[in-house]
């Protein structure tokens, strides 16, 4: 079975307070997403990255940013958390579709932080 | 515009009863991936299915199908006979070949099945 896991279930902050959340899987995945979760907005993307130490912004990058130095691992870093950074983050991981078709591969999710920033 | 559209927010069931779930979607691709999750009070997204845009055909899983249907752009999601377990948030997903690996998740359906 796929395993993602996240440090954290729920997290706690002040406002610009540095936040390190962290994802790591175990099925030797290429691909590794953060997204965040708002009531009535779904999940929004944040950050992926398709191999170590790549990484492409997502749809809402403003305010974060991500290192990954291993393939197993994928952090989001909140450089000064804000009160509108309070929500549920999703990290997840797939590996990549080698074949003619891309973007089949099945995205698999960690259980989640919730973010609170005071 | 939105790629994926989940139009009922919320649904209340009671036990035993059928429910379905709409996804409606919109892309110019001619090979795309649909998905179902599901997420739990837990939180966790969990893996439901995965349908090509080459497979039209129906899927049973026990008490879920799942009706893709390309003329309506529609990949319907059905729970027969709910039960209490099957209350959770669900989310249908798109992802097109062309855009690598990018999932466009709708805004999800609550589902609420009572005792």
């Known amino acids: 079975d796929v395993k993602v896991t996240q440090s954290s279930r729920y997290l706690v902050k002040r406002t610009g307070e540095k936040v390190f959340l962290e994802c790591v899987q175990d099925m030797d995945h290429e691909n590794m997403f953060w997204y965040r979760q708002d009531p009535g907005l779904g999940l929004r993307l944040i950050y992926f990255?398709?191999?170590?130490?790549?990484?492409e912004k997502g749809d809402i990058p403003e305010g974060y940013s991500v290192s990954r130095e291993k393939k197993e691992r994928f952090s989001l870093i909140l450089e000064s958390a804000s009160t509108n950074q309070t929500s549920m983050y999703l990290c997840?991981?797939?590996?990549?579709?080698?074949?003619?078709?891309?973007?089949?591969?099945?995205?698999?999710f960690g259980p989640g932080t919730r973010l609170t920033v005071l | 515009a939105q790629k994926v559209t989940q139009a009922q927010t919320e649904i209340s069931v009671v036990e035993k009863e059928d429910v379905t779930l709409d996804c409606v979607y919109e892309t110019r691709d001619t090979t795309y991936y649909l998905f179902w999750y599901k997420q739990p009070p837990s939180g966790e997204l969990v893996f439901l299915i995965r349908?090509?845009?080459?497979?039209?055909q129906n899927e049973i899983s026990g008490r879920y199908s799942w009706n893709f249907q390309k003329s309506t752009s529609s990949f319907n999601f059905t729970i027969t006979a709910s039960q209490v377990v099957d209350s959770a948030v669900y989310f249908c997903a798109l992802s097109e070949r062309n855009n690598f690996n990018k999932f466009y998740f709708g805004s999800g359906t609550k589902l609420n099945v009572k005792p």
């Open positions: 997840a991981s797939s590996s990549r579709d080698r074949g003619k078709d891309s973007g089949r591969d099945t995205q698999y």
């Open positions: 990255s398709y191999d170590v130490k790549m990484k």
């Open positions: 349908r090509n845009s080459f497979d039209e």
